[in-house]
Structure formats: C-alpha cells, structure tokens
Nanobody
Framework: QVQLVESGGGLVQAGASLTLSCAASGRTFGGSVMGWFRQAPGKEREFVAAITWSGGSTRYADSVKGRFTISKDNAKNTVYLQMNGLKPEDTAVYYC?????????????????WGQGTQVTVSS
C-alpha cells in the first residue's frame, strides 16, 4: 500500500519561502515520477512540478518556473518542493502524487497515488 504524507504547509506573507516535504512508503519508486499538484477553492487541481525518481529529470508549470524547485532524497524516500517568492495566487492545498508511467506528465489523471494534502496560504 503506497502512502504519501505531505508536510510543511503554513501561512506566510507574500515574498516568503516554504519547503514542502512528501514522505513516500509502501513500494519501490524506481521508474516512477513524483509530482506536486495544487488545488485552490473552486478551481481544478493543477500541475505544479514533477521529478523522475531515478534520473532526477524535472518539469514545472510555467506559473512557478524560476520560483519553485522540486528535489528528492532517494535514501529518505522523500520529495521536496522549495517555494520562493510566494504570491497570494499560490494559495492552495498542495498534494504530492505518484505516477507509475515514469513520464513527466502534467495531468492529474495520470497519477494513481495521492497524499492527503497540506495547506499553503499566502497573504498579501
């Protein structure tokens, strides 16, 4: 049973930084892609960033490129999302997810396993 547990969310002011963590367990993740998504109230879940578990290739949404960085620690089975220069429009529940296809896909439908989410609120 795959388990994904996010942490690190909170309430910050615009311009601040936060680092989200996603601890993964329950299977070997070699060949998988780990993704971060977010969902604001009344909006669809949207892609933020993804990383291949084995090679470390990354992909970002245009809205976060240059501000957010996704990384991983294979030894800890943990994926991180470093968020700098936060804006009020970044406010959302952030989810990590696993895509067993091994391709840096941006559709949430391609990701089979999801964490419970962590709230990020950015005040202006």
């Amino acid at each position: 049973q795959v388990q994904l547990v996010e942490s690190g969310g909170g309430l910050v002011q615009a311009g601040a930084s936060l680092t989200l963590s996603c601890a993964a367990s329950g299977r070997t993740f070699g060949g998988s892609v780990m993704g971060w998504f977010r969902q604001a109230p009344g909006k669809e879940r949207e892609f933020v960033a993804a990383i291949t578990w084995s090679g470390g290739s990354t992909r970002y949404a245009d809205s976060v490129k240059g501000r957010f960085t996704i990384s991983k620690d294979n030894a800890k089975n943990t994926v991180y999302l470093q968020m700098n220069g936060l804006k009020p429009e970044d406010t959302a529940v952030y989810y990590c997810a696993v895509n067993a296809e091994g391709i840096l896909l941006i559709s949430y439908r391609a990701y089979a396993y999801w964490g419970q989410g962590t709230q990020v609120t950015v005040s202006s």
